[in-house]
T-cell receptor, first 113, second 113 residues
């Protein structure tokens, strides 16, 4: 099946720890995105990458880092600098045409204990 | 900046009745508009998009949306609601950041039997 996978589904983090969320796609899409979802706030863009070895900050990048070493993979690290990391994190990808819609993964729910 | 607004936090409708979920947009240039649906603890599923052309766009699961340039609106509609349509609906517009999307805050649709 083609699609986007995210792991883990649930993640618990202690204060002061860094954690990495995985996102993999087999859609051969060039562009990938990370969004954060909080209740009543919609989705907000954290980082995006349009090509391997290149990525850009989104609207709320502080406290997060990413890498894009392979076309298929776009992991997100939530660092200890992120003051309020408890949220639902969604990864998405997008094909070449600007007219294409984004495809979303199933999400990772991160909870800070 | 490209933005959308969803003025209703929740919409309630009886099964079999028509439903409308409202969205207005604010953009510079031509708007690329999208509707997504989200079931609890899941990723977003694409419903439909407006890029150009006919103002009435037909999408998945019997949904459609009407693009109205003079009212800067892109309301989601369905002639006959199903209980299984109960979910969270997001309107989105393509942002200036690559092909990322700016989302509305979401509208919770509840269809009662």
């Amino acid at each position: 099946d083609g699609g986007i996978t995210q792991s883990p589904k649930y993640l618990f983090r202690k204060e002061g720890q860094n954690v990495t969320l995985s996102c993999e796609q087999n859609l051969n899409h060039d562009a990938m995105y990370w969004y954060r979802q909080d209740p009543g706030q919609g989705l907000r863009l954290i980082y995006y990458s349009q090509i391997v070895n290149d990525f850009q900050k989104g609207d709320i990048a502080e406290g997060y880092s990413v890498s894009r070493e392979k076309k298929e993979s776009f992991p997100l690290t939530v660092t200890s600098a992120q003051k309020n990391p408890t949220a639902f994190y969604l990864c998405a990808s997008h094909g070449t045409s600007s007219y294409n819609e984004q495809f979303f993964g199933p999400g990772t729910r991160l909870t800070v204990l | 900046a490209q933005s959308v607004a969803q003025p209703e936090d929740q919409v309630n409708v009886a099964e079999g009745n028509p439903l409308t979920v409202k969205c207005t947009y604010s953009v510079s240039g031509n708007p690329y508009l999208f509707w997504y649906v989200q079931y609890p603890n899941r990723g977003l599923q694409f419903l439909l998009k407006y890029i150009t052309g006919d103002n009435l766009v037909k999408g998945s699961y019997g949904f459609e949306a009407e693009f109205n340039k003079s009212q800067t609106s892109f309301h989601l509609k369905k002639p006959s609601a199903l209980v299984s349509d109960s979910a969270l609906y997001f309107c989105a517009v393509r942002a200036n950041s690559g092909y990322a999307l700016n989302f509305g805050k979401g509208t919770s649709l509840l269809v009662t039997p």
